[in-house]
């Protein structure tokens, strides 16, 4: 399995504009997570998916930043208008229901550099 | 969610056993200690949870005292690809009611030297 896939591997962009961070969970697993590392913050929980369906939002900064997951398979995270202070590394995380772990995989991260 | 006390940073020599601690005194009898690393530029990477008995992996062994309040997780011999952050997080199983977040503290920064 190629683990979790995440694109951009970076990203840079200017103030105000749209940024669409992208995710593939690992095959078969069923809950899909967001998280973003920062110096200040360090990781944080920005919102999670079981089965597509967003569970937790409570950690998403606020409305210009918003998440889909359209099928099992597919993820993305997006802010809209994106400022310097958004500048970080957001991971996306999958696991499956009932394995003894509840692992948590990781992707490589996506780091953003707003400007 | 308990709260966990990790030493900030810590050194260890390549070959020598790294020993990390953890306190978790307001940790729930449900909660697993989980432990994470993350090596520089990666995601974070699960490395081996338990309840009250010590546990062994190919990875790390990790010791749980017998009050539940802390722990150490032990690199049996470490290289310098170990060198990361270390994560300590008390979670209850989602089969048993916890939930699926982590919830990440500061870590202990580990530097094996050679």
């Known amino acids: 399995d190629a683990g979790v896939i995440q694109s951009p591997r970076h990203e840079v962009t200017e103030m105000g504009q749209e940024v669409t961070l992208r995710c593939k969970p690992i095959s078969g697993h069923d809950y899909l997570f967001w998280y973003r590392q920062t110096m200040m913050r360090g990781l944080e929980l920005l919102i999670y998916f079981n089965n597509n369906v967003p569970i937790d939002d409570s950690g998403m900064p606020e409305d210009r930043f918003s998440a889909k997951m359209p099928n099992a398979s597919f993820s993305t995270l997006k802010i809209q208008p994106s400022e310097p202070r958004d500048s970080a590394v957001y991971f996306c995380?999958?696991?499956?229901?009932?394995?003894?772990?509840?692992?948590?995989?990781f992707g490589p991260g996506t780091r953003l550099t707003v400007l | 969610d308990a709260k966990t006390t990790q030493p900030p940073s810590m050194d260890c020599a390549e070959g020598r056993a790294a020993n990390l601690p953890c306190n978790h005194s307001?940790?729930?009898?449900?909660?697993?200690v989980y432990w994470y690393r993350q090596i520089h530029s990666q995601g974070p990477q699960y490395i081996i949870h338990g309840l009250k008995n010590n546990e062994t992996n190919e990875m790390a062994s990790l010791i749980i005292t017998e009050d539940r309040k802390s722990s150490t997780l032990i690199l049996p011999h470490a290289t310098l690809r170990d060198t990361a952050v270390y994560y300590c997080i008390p979670r209850a199983p989602r089969a048993q009611g916890g939930s699926e977040k982590l919830v990440f503290g500061k870590g202990t920064k580990l530097t094996v030297n050679p």
């Open positions: 995380a999958s696991s499956l229901w009932g394995t003894n772990t509840d692992t948590q995989y």
């Open positions: 307001t940790i729930s009898g449900n909660e697993y």
